[in-house]
C-alpha cells in the first residue's frame, strides 16, 4: 500500500511539473480551450439555480449552495482565460471581444465583481433563505450580463 502511494505521489509531482512547464508559455488556441472550459462550468452551474428561481423545479438551498460554490471557483480561474495573445485578433475560434484586451482595467473590474457576487452568493446560499439566495443570485447574473454586454461577442 505504501509502495502505491509513493508511486501515486510521484506521478502527481512528474505531472504537475510537465503541467508547469507547459502552462508557462501556453499556446493562444490552448488559452482559449480553458477560457471556454472555465465557462462551461460556469454554465452547467447557473442553469440549475436559474431553473429553480424562475420555479421550474423545486426550489432546493443545498443544491444552490453547491453549485453557486463551483460558480465562485471559476470566477477566480476565469482571468487565467484571459492572457495577452489570446484575443480575436490571434484566435478566430471565440467570442472574446479585442475590448477586453484594449480596456483591460475595465474588463478586470467586471472580473471583480462577478467573483465578489458569486463570493456573496455562496455565503447567501448557505443561510438557505430562498428569497435571499434569489435577490442574490439576480446580483450575480447582472454581472455575467454586463461583462457580456461588453466584452462577449453576440
Known amino acids: ?6 508511486g501515486l505521489a510521484s ?9 508547469a512547464a507547459n ?3 501556453p499556446k493562444p488556441q490552448d488559452v ?3 477560457r471556454k472550459a472555465v465557462y462551461t462550468i460556469i454554465g452547467w452551474n447557473f442553469k440549475p439555480i436559474v431553473a ?4 421550474e423545479v423545486p426550489f432546493d438551498a443545498a443544491a444552490v449552495a453547491r453549485h453557486a460554490q ?14 495577452k495573445g489570446s484575443g480575436p485578433d490571434v484566435v478566430k475560434d471565440t467570442d472574446a ?3 477586453i484586451w484594449t480596456n483591460w482595467g475595465k474588463f478586470e473590474t467586471a472580473m471583480t465583481n462577478f467573483q465578489q457576487e458569486s463570493a456573496k452568493l455562496v455565503e447567501v446560499a448557505k443561510a438557505g433563505d430562498e428569497s435571499a439566495i434569489k435577490a442574490q443570485f439576480g446580483k450575480t447574473a447582472e454581472t455575467c450580463k454586463a461583462c457580456h454586454k461588453e466584452f462577449r461577442k453576440d
Open 52 to 55: 429553480m428561481v424562475k420555479g
Open 11 to 19: 506521478s502527481i509531482i512528474g505531472m504537475s511539473f510537465m503541467m
Open 70 to 83: 463551483y460558480v465562485e471557483m471559476m470566477s477566480k480561474a476565469a482571468p487565467e482565460g484571459f492572457t
Open 1 to 6: 500500500m505504501k509502495k502505491i502511494a509513493i
Open 32 to 34: 482559449v480551450e480553458y
Open 23 to 25: 502552462a508557462a508559455d
Open 97 to 99: 471581444k479585442l475590448e
